[in-house]
């Protein structure tokens, strides 16, 4: 659970940086805000197994992870997305594509961190 912070800053330095603190949702919150229907939720177990049952060696299949280094475009990740089903369709007898997104740059220590942290791409 979020503990309670305190936003009251001793400091005009820090007053004048400090816009607002909001307390992120708990998981719990976001599976009730945010629903996947049977549908999805069966699609996604699916793709799980059949990954868990190549890296066991249960599936011939050849794994590739692809994806872009980090998405600054929602639009264009979507685009991305359904280009690879419509490879993974072609090629599902031997290959399994998965796709990889990053929404930030963990490695980054200098410029843009990421959709994460920039998501209006603002700055």
């Known amino acids: 659970m979020n503990a309670p912070i305190n936003t009251a800053c001793s400091s005009t ?3 004048s940086t ?4 909001t307390a992120l949702p708990l ?3 976001l599976r009730q805000r945010v629903v996947v229907n049977s549908t999805l ?3 996604i177990d699916q793709q799980r ?7 066991n060696g249960q599936d011939n299949r050849l794994l590739v992870v692809v994806g872009p280094c980090s998405i600054h475009d929602p ?3 979507l685009e991305y997305a359904d280009r690879l089903a419509a490879l993974s369709d072609e090629v599902s007898e031997q ?4 796709m990889r997104v990053y929404v930030e740059k963990p490695r980054t220590t200098v410029g843009w ?11």
């Open 13 to 15: 330095a820090q007053a």
């Open 18 to 21: 400090l816009m607002t603190a």
């Open 27 to 29: 998981p719990a919150e």
């Open 41 to 43: 939720s069966a699609q």
């Open 49 to 55: 197994q059949a990954v868990q049952h190549i890296l």
């Open 75 to 77: 639009d264009a990740a």
């Open 95 to 98: 290959i399994l594509p998965v």
């Open 113 to 123: 961190k990421g959709l994460a942290y920039d998501p209006d791409l603002d700055g």
